[in-house]
């Protein structure tokens, strides 16, 4: 793997013309196609998402089917708390995976009627040129995105935290290290020459769009909840009916200079956005004829302005009601109050919207228009949760033996312990299979605490560990460590509804939603009802109707989540937390 140490060397490494990186396309890999028996859809609806480790792209039709999707991998470096991508290879694998997508739902690009994107909240970091600039301590061009989980610049997190900035109090009192002013002041004193070179700072989900139309407009999504972006100071000026872009004006200097970066407030923020707009705003005149040709689109396509990854699982599935509830509160605003989605992947985000700001301590926001334009968002998270039960299955004793026996009965790891765990408490006359872990806790803190604790030094730690090292011992492991996570989204709900949230509902999206032990043991544990989406690719839809909104076909982006949300299933709780421990 080559490496690079001067500017001119970055450049050169990261000068490669796309169409022949377009070559040599990475597998793809469809998850989900549905024949279209009728004819073609008069709008056809593209969503990217850009997750951690692939990319996506699903075409939906006007009533939010998924009509076909596809998926490219991605790659990563890892080396100890610094993790990172490459946004040409991240281009390379959309641009893929778009094309994989069409082609399984049978339309062509002439089809699409437009587009919207949604990622993680990496950072990137491009030239002047928009060439790439590496943000590694390898000195590697291409590694220039920092990782939306990368813990590289905690001491930095902790120096801004200690300024006390009054921007904080909108981000739960402190900032996290995977927030993005302390990874830039960590570039600024770790590699210097990168600093220098950096033209633009943009979250992958704003690269993105800029990447496909040349409109540096900045999502509020991103820059409220990841670059302290006080996005109400734009409540006089915006409404969502008439969306444009705006001219930045909720920046706080004094905050980028106290903290050392006082450099980007030069040329009225230019590096980090100096044009905002609410998601879903249209973006310059659509695709540029190079992005649709690389894509397979038409130029002039309408892109929205984006979201992230978690944020857009939101819009995608916070309007799912089960049909007979739909009626249950008259004022619809009131109702989204009510509810709190859970985007369930590598990591949990925790999303609830007032109509009024609150101030939680520890836990992020409020956001204004950060993800439903003209309403505050709260968001909780949890670090690591499909990440910590991959870590405590993978690296148990037991798991080789365990994954050979689940390929050889086609079914995933995590389906074959769950069947484990239902036939163990079956044997054990237990009278729940949660019962099964009463002897064994965990505390599931392994990559710090991100709400309400807002510790990112804090651990994990696992309490009734014998020396069994058979299967029985690592299904007990995983049970307990999903019962850990569930306890820890109700220490979040908990604590949101002490500071004047009313939630009652959740919705929940992303892989470990697909976890039927997971899904139940939340039901159980926090006591609300777990509404699970028809539309299963809630973060691709989001991003979806953020396209659709961008193409006038609805009003306002609320308006496209009431017409693309389909009702949804209520997984409801068997037995209180407290009932189940009696029993035990």
Known sequence: ?????????QRAAAAQDLSQILLHSPTIFPTKVIEMTSALS???????DVGTGSARAGIFDEHGNLLGSASSPLQIWKEGDCIEQSSTDIWHAVCAATRAACKLAKVSGENISSMGFAATCSLVSVGADDSPVTVSWSGDARRNVIVWMDHRAVEQAERINACNSP????????????????KLLWVKENLPESWAMAFRWMDLTDWLTYRATEDDTRSLCTTVCKWTYLGHA???????????????????DVFWEEIGLGDLVEGHYTKIGKSMAFPGHPLGTGLTARAAKELGLMEGTPVGTSLIDAHAGGIGVIESVPSPNLNIKEDELEALCHRMVLVCGTSTCHMAISQKKKFIPGVWGPFWSAMVPELWLTEGGQSATG?????????????????NRAASQNVSLYELLNRNLKTMAHDLQ??????????????????????????????????????????????????????????????????????GHKIDTLFACGGLSKNSLYVQEHAD????????????????????????VAAKKYGTLHDAMKALNAPGQARKMRCSSSELWNTC
């Open 42 to 48: 008069s709008s056809l609806y593209l969503g990217i």
């Open 387 to 403: 990440a910590l039960l991959d870590h405590m299955v993978e690296n148990h004793a037991a798991a080789p033996i365990l994954a």
């Open 234 to 252: 734009h409540m006089q000026q915006m409404n969502s009916k008439d969306s444009e872009a705006m001219d930045a004006c909720g920046w706080d």
């Open 167 to 182: 921007v904080l109090q909108y981000a739960g009192g402190a900032l996290s290290p995977e927030m993005e002013p302390p």
């Open 525 to 548: 544990i926090i006591g609300c009802p777990v509404i699970l989406p028809r539309e299963k690719e809630s973060v691709l839809l989001g991003a979806a109707i953020l396209g659709a």
């Open 430 to 499: 237990a009278p729940f299979v949660a019962s099964l872990s009463k002897d064994l806790h965990v505390l599931p803190d392994f990559h710090g605490n991100r709400s309400p604790v807002a510790d990112a030094k804090a651990k994990g730690m696992i309490c009734g560990l014998t020396l069994d090292t058979n299967d029985k011992s690592l299904a007990i492991l995983y049970l307990a460590t999903v019962q850990s996570i569930a306890y820890g989204t109700r220490h979040i709900i908990e604590h949101c509804n002490s500071h």
């Open 1 to 9: 793997m080559p490496q690079y140490s001067s500017g001119e060397s």
